[in-house]
């Protein structure tokens, strides 16, 4: 009897409950991966209408990289004469401008020290698209300066796109899996993010969420903000919270883009202090909104960023 006692004390029953009610909170989660292993990935039927796109790219001195994504851009098997690719060249003190220029984008130079950041760059260039470029494009795919697309992309997301989303996601792969656990241990989230997270969600019509860069979202939304206007350190996550509490459903399509993973535990804890930082951000933002969009408005996309 005081065994059980002594092993039966109130933090220990306190942490029982807790594991109990976050094992319930998240058995979802285990539904998802079941549905993404079972059903295999969706398959979008062919698109309609070709749509026009522009490619919008932040650079902070990336002339080893920047090349590599416009190339790997233009030679989509999408028409030509329907993309278009703007780089933002960000406080940059090498030659990321010139590199972009010749392998084929329309670069935009900016030097404002006193916003930093990818989402202020994404403001500037998406005012500036929109002024000099009016009812041009119907959609803007976001990308970071060291990914690589593969050459289909483009026509599968269009494919999605095409299905009436106002925003799509896509399969984050790696470029460097084998360099170490680390950037294989990333590259192996970013899969089941893919194939058992959004796949599955995709599949049971929720909504599904973008991560960093890979991801279409429609003119008419950019057009909304007349820019972007999510400033957190995770603007993405940012963003698809917002989208849930407003009842717009970011789809997938299983288009594969490659992305540099990091190599040492050092960069990793660096990158994930700064997105714990920016759960923090959108938590205490949006919190209480995404409760109210859950029981109110019975979105379980609410739900399912509540728990993330």
Excluded at 31 to 49: D, H, N, Q, S, T
Excluded at 125 to 143: Q, V
Aim: with cysteine; aromatic share 16%; glycine share 6%.
């Amino acid at each position: 009897m005081l065994a059980f006692l002594q092993t039966n004390t109130p933090i220990v029953i306190f942490n029982q409950i807790v594991v109990t009610l976050l094992t319930v909170c998240f058995l979802y989660q285990v539904v998802f991966f079941v549905i993404g292993a079972l059903r295999g990935e969706v398959a979008p039927p062919k698109a309609k209408k070709l749509h026009r796109y522009a490619f919008f790219i932040a650079a902070h001195n990336e002339e080893a990289v920047i090349a590599n994504l416009v190339r790997s851009i233009k030679d989509q098997d999408y028409p030509s004469e329907l993309i278009e690719v703007f780089v933002v060249a960000d406080a940059c003190t090498d030659n990321t401008a010139q590199l972009a220029r010749e392998a084929g984008a329309i670069v935009y130079e900016r030097n404002d020290l006193a916003r930093k950041g990818k989402s202020w760059v994404m403001d500037y260039g998406f005012d500036r698209i929109l002024n000099e470029y009016p009812d041009t494009f119907e959609g803007y795919f976001i990308f970071d300066a060291d990914n690589v697309i593969s050459r289909d992309y483009v026509s599968k997301m269009n494919d999605a796109f095409d299905q009436g989303f106002h925003v799509v996601t896509s399969y984050r792969n790696s470029k460097n899996f084998g360099s170490s656990w680390i950037s294989s241990a990333n590259a192996t989230w970013y899969l089941r993010e893919a194939r058992f997270l959004n796949n599955a969600r995709n599949i049971c019509k929720t909504s599904c969420a973008v991560s960093g860069s890979g991801y279409l979202i429609s003119a008419s939304v950019i057009e909304g903000m007349h820019g972007w206007q999510f400033h957190t350190l995770t603007e993405d996550i940012q963003f698809t919270t917002f989208c849930a509490i407003h009842g717009i459903r970011i789809g997938y399509a299983p288009a594969e883009f490659f992305d540099e993973q990091p190599v040492t535990f050092k960069a990793s804890w660096k990158q994930r202090m700064r997105w714990t930082k920016g759960f923090y951000q959108v938590f205490f933002t949006y919190g209480k909104h995404l409760v109210k969009s859950t029981f109110r408005y019975h979105r379980f996309a609410a739900y399912d960023m509540f728990m993330t």
